[in-house]
């Protein structure tokens, strides 16, 4: 058979005219030439584009793409490039993570909502030796018992945000009902927070386990409300948490009892909308109140222009962990993770929050203050949601300890 | 124990009633046109996209109109993309309808944003009914009301009319048909249409129980799929049955054992595929077999 039998007059064509275009731009453009010579530094963000979590995705890679746009798209003179791929699952992060490394070369990687996605791609950074920023899991033994070297989390581990909220709760009585997602963060929260609650001398009425994605909470809704409790806390997230309070307020109990869950994303308040969303929720970041600092209300600014709303709590994360990597490759002059790490484990990192923050040496957890939010009485706003009720801890020398000891992490992080 | 109990199947079966709502138009399309419609979910939620817009214009109205408009998508998706393809190997309209799938979930993305959007039941239709054990929203009970209309309705239509004798004949045989002076083509626009339309009633009177986000079309796709597996591909009371007792397993195992009560669905699609591959009313046809 001839080539000329299977390669059509057609395609030839095409194909030629690709290939003089491609000329031309060569030809044409000499910027190419010298791009080529500063290799640009990649980015590995790893967040969800399908499923439970994909809206908080989307709104993580914006922030992060700001951080890039503030440092004005260069760091060290190359320029700095993001790639996003999916974390659906445990199984698919893997995979993913291993082509942001082997295939895409990223320096680093950020991003992770789901506990269980991080927990499963923490190891194949260690083995990697590259720096992984998790962003938005917080599940307690990331940077507990499960600490590596190589993961630094920038979300507020289960164990710390129970001991904010729980003060409040219960002031509405003991007895309390749990539904929580059936995967590491969902069971730890609800772990974590019946430890603090039976302490103290309370009663779990009952917990129950929902799988993640699941759509229909009426049959929970309905154990939920034959036992009647003082306090509903879920361990709850993305649409589940949205569908949960959607079909709460279809039975008209919303704002009946206290809700609270260990941590809010502002999308899944927002895609339930004013007549469904209530409760009071430990929160990393909120885009208006009085802690906010000039910096964060900058980002905040600058998210709404490019984006048409405001950003969640998400968007500052992967906003903040996008601005560590770049500020520790700015700085150290260097790609290698050894050097971003030990860089990282120093700085103390200022303008973010009211109070200087860092990631702690030990168990690289961010040390940094932490909001209670509780929803409006009355939402007229389509986002501003929320009104700050307390920050924690209240005196800045407590804010070491308030994540725990080194002792009480039970963290060691391996050699480098 | 005794009257959670009863309350869960109850509560079950009300929520099965929304699964056979969901399948019947992937059940209908299958039936008719032997097409394995993967697109069916994004047509779930361009019902739900389509009542968010029209309803700040024109109202209640939003109920009747977003279907219809579904139910337009759905024709020229059959009339444009289907057709070529009937008659060549089967795969290739599932390839086909999948990539339907992909395409509009990212133009939902596109042209509604990722971010969820709020949708509350009306305020006429809020609070519930007690009668002994049992509770059922105001809601969950219109929606009941309206699946066994849409139902009964469908099953006049296919045994009672001339449409139906046609379809039902089209499906067994359409080369007789053809032969009789009838343009099946046509029919088939139709079918693909209604069963687009289906789609878009579920999207509509589920959007105010579930999270709207382009998304909702995987969370459609899966139970519909389930319940047309155990009920019997193509089969119309196989839906319904299978739809019922899915949403009465659902709910028992939430009450006993929570953590599996997304698997369940596929425990039951299981044990039927190994004990009765056909489904259970799945009848056996010729064209299938």
Redesign the interface.
């Given at each position: 058979m001839k080539i000329r039998d299977f390669i059509s007059r057609r395609t030839l064509l095409k194909a030629t005219a690709t290939a003089s275009a491609a000329y031309a731009v060569e030809v044409a453009a000499p910027f190419v030439i010298t791009a080529r010579a500063q290799e640009a530094i990649k980015l590995g963000v790893l967040l969800p584009k399908s499923g439970p979590y994909a809206v908080q995705g989307e709104n993580g890679h914006n922030g992060a793409q700001i951080a890039v746009a503030d440092f004005g798209g260069h760091v060290i003179d190359r320029p700095v490039q993001i790639v996003w791929l999916d974390e659906a699952n445990p199984q698919t992060s893997q995979q993913n993570m291993r082509k942001l490394l082997e295939e895409e070369k990223v320096v680093a990687v950020q991003g992770g909502i789901s506990s269980g996605d991080v927990l499963a791609i923490m190891p194949i950074a260690e083995r990697a030796k590259t720096l992984l920023i998790a962003t938005g899991p917080n599940a307690t033994e990331i940077t507990g018992k499960n600490c590596n070297r190589y993961t630094f989390r920038v979300d507020l581990p289960n164990k710390v945000t129970v001991q904010t909220v729980y003060p409040s709760l219960k002031e509405h009585g003991k007895k309390w009902y749990f539904v929580a997602a059936s995967y590491a963060w969902g069971i730890d929260a609800y772990n974590q927070m019946k430890d603090v609650l039976v302490k103290d001398g309370g009663t779990v009425l009952g917990a129950d386990q929902a799988p993640l994605g699941t759509t229909d909470f009426s049959s929970y809704i309905l154990k939920l409300r034959q036992a009647n409790p003082d306090v509903i806390y879920v361990g709850l997230g993305g649409t589940d948490l949205t569908n949960f309070l959607k079909q709460l307020h279809e039975i008209g109990m919303t704002r009946q009892m206290p809700l609270s869950s260990p941590v809010i994303n502002d999308s899944d308040l927002w895609a339930a909308g004013p007549d469904a969303a209530f409760g009071t929720f430990p929160k990393l970041w909120n885009f208006t109140g009085a802690h906010n600092t000039p910096r964060s209300e900058q980002f905040a600014t600058t998210y709404q222009q490019k984006n048409g709303q405001p950003p969640e709590v998400e968007a500052w994360q992967d906003w903040f962990g996008a601005t560590a990597i770049l500020t520790a490759i700015q700085e150290t002059k260097s790609t290698d993770s050894s050097k971003l790490i030990a860089f990282l484990e120093q700085h103390k990192f200022e303008g973010f929050k009211d109070m200087p923050i860092w990631f702690r040496e030990f168990d690289h957890q961010l040390i940094q203050p932490t909001l209670v939010a509780q929803v409006k009485d009355k939402l007229v706003d389509k986002y501003n949601y929320f009104d700050i009720v307390a920050e924690y801890p209240k005196d800045p020398t407590q804010l070491d300890s308030f994540y725990g000891s080194k002792q009480e992490v039970g963290c060691s992080l391996g050699p480098i | 124990m005794t009257a959670?109990i009863i309350?869960?199947i109850v509560?079950?079966l009300?929520?099965g009633f929304?699964y056979v709502l969901i399948a019947i138009g992937l059940s209908i399309i299958f039936g008719m046109l032997g097409i394995v419609n993967f697109a069916h979910g994004v047509l779930f939620a361009l019902g739900a996209y389509f009542a968010l817009t029209l309803r700040d214009n024109v109202g209640p109205w939003a109920i009747l109109l977003a279907p219809f408009f579904v139910g337009l998508v759905g024709m020229l998706i059959e009339s444009t993309l289907l057709r070529p393809l009937y008659g060549k190997e089967p795969l290739l309209g599932l390839f086909m309808t999948f990539g339907i799938a992909l395409f509009i979930e990212e133009l939902i993305r596109t042209l509604w944003g990722?971010?969820?959007?709020?949708?509350?039941?009306p305020a006429l239709l809020?609070?519930?009914i007690i009668w002994g054990p049992i509770?059922v929203?105001k809601?969950?009970l219109f929606l009941l009301l309206v699946t066994v209309a849409i139902l009964l309705a469908l099953w006049l239509f296919l045994q009672r009319t001339r449409f139906g004798r046609i379809i039902r004949a089209g499906s067994r045989d359409a080369e007789m048909v053809s032969l009789l002076g009838i343009n099946l083509r046509r029919v088939f626009t139709g079918v693909f249409g209604l069963g687009a339309a289906l789609a878009g009633v579920a999207g509509v009177l589920a959007a105010?129980?579930?999270?709207?986000?382009?998304?909702m079309a995987?969370?459609s796709i899966m139970p519909a799929f389930v319940v047309v597996t155990i009920g019997g591909l193509g089969s119309f009371g196989g839906a319904v049955v299978s739809g019922l007792l899915v949403g009465v397993s659902?709910?028992l195992t939430?009450?006993f054992w929570?953590?599996?009560?997304?698997?369940v669905m596929y425990a039951l699609m299981v044990v039927v595929l190994l004990v009765r591959p056909r489904g259970l009313l799945g009848e056996s046809w010729e064209r299938f077999e």
């Open positions: - | 959670l309350s869960q509560n079950g009300v929520l929304l990722a971010a969820g959007r709020p949708f509350n039941p809020s609070g519930f509770l929203t809601y969950r105010p129980l579930w999270s709207v986000v382009p998304s995987e969370q659902v709910a939430i009450q929570p953590a599996a009560s997304s698997a």
